[in-house]
């Protein structure tokens, strides 16, 4: 995460477009965390989310020169994903859209009793625990992606409504309704239906094998529980760089924050000792 202040940051940018491969290396590999959780979220899967994290770390280094410090670097950033990502149409989700009645009747009706057991010798609580996480962030896709978006940035990261109005191109009050109607509809589902969070009958533990069997789970590809945490603090770091939060915060526990995998962080190594980086540096 950068730590940088906005006069250093400047430095860097200054330093970034001028050809400077280690200011640019600082720069990208500073909001790489921010913007795959942003995709993760947005998106649904981890495949998809380091998809769209690569494109928007493209964007962010062939629009560096066009940044001229009117907000912060990292709500500049946000508003580029954000972008990126409403009109992202490559991901699963894209064309498997879901509802929240879909998500409610399959709790209600899925069969998951006469499941044989198909853990392939993964720890069951191990098994619940990406469920429950994967299932949480796919329930995300209940709503349209301006929605997602919104609740993403005021639940996720806890932005100030007038930056994230900023972000998103409407007014901080417009931002501040639908945040709050859009956190009741998903604290509403949690609590009729998620066992988890809320006194629903769904639990993790007992639907594992279902979730396997169609195909929601593999039990040998755990994104979830592999990926390395973030540090609350850390996200909260990212907050307070942008501004002060606007005390609508509630607390959805299943948004935790994730480090960037080794596949994004080797796109960037590969891309900065490319030709494309001599490229890209006269844009």
């Known amino acids: 995460m950068l730590k940088q202040t906005n006069e250093e940051l400047q430095v860097l940018i200054d330093k970034a477009t001028s050809g400077d491969k280690e200011s640019l290396e600082t720069l990208i590999v500073g909001v790489q965390d921010i913007v795959f ?42 508003r580029i994903a954000s972008n990126h990502l409403k009109n992202y149409k490559k991901h699963m989700f894209a064309h ?33 625990e990406e469920l429950k996480m994967s299932c ?21 990261f806890q932005i100030d409504s007038r930056i994230a109005g900023d972000i998103l191109d409407m007014t901080p009050e417009a931002y501040r309704k639908r945040l709050s109607r859009i956190r009741k509809k998903m604290a509403d589902f949690l609590s009729a239906y998620c066992g988890e969070y809320g006194g629903g009958k769904c639990k993790c533990k ?18 979830y529980t592999s990926a390395a945490e973030i540090p609350l603090q850390t996200m909260m770091d990212v907050k307070n760089a942008m501004e002060e939060i606007d005390a609508l915060s509630q607390d959805f526990s ?5 480090q960037s995998s080794e596949h994004i962080k080797s ?11 001599s490229i890209v540096r006269k844009s």
Request: aromatic share 12%; proline share 2%; glycine share 4%.
């Open 267 to 277: 796109f960037v190594q590969e891309f900065l000792a490319s030709t494309q980086f």
């Open 206 to 223: 007992d639907r594992v094998n279902y979730a396997i069997q169609n195909h929601r789970l593999n039990p040998l590809q755990l994104d």
């Open 254 to 258: 299943f948004c935790k924050t994730y």
């Open 136 to 156: 949480t962030n796919v329930m995300l896709q209940c709503l349209d992606m301006e929605s997602r978006c919104i609740f993403i940035l005021g639940t996720m």
């Open 37 to 78: 959780n942003l995709s993760l979220r947005m998106l649904g899967t981890f495949a998809d989310a380091e998809d769209a994290t690569q494109d928007i770390l493209l964007k962010v280094i062939t629009h560096l020169s066009s940044f001229r410090g009117d907000s912060s670097f990292t709500t500049w950033v946000f």
């Open 96 to 128: 498997y859209p879901l509802s929240f009645e879909y998500y409610g009747n399959d709790i209600e009706n899925g069969e998951i009793q006469d499941v044989p057991d198909l853990t392939q010798n993964v720890e069951r609580d191990i098994l619940a």
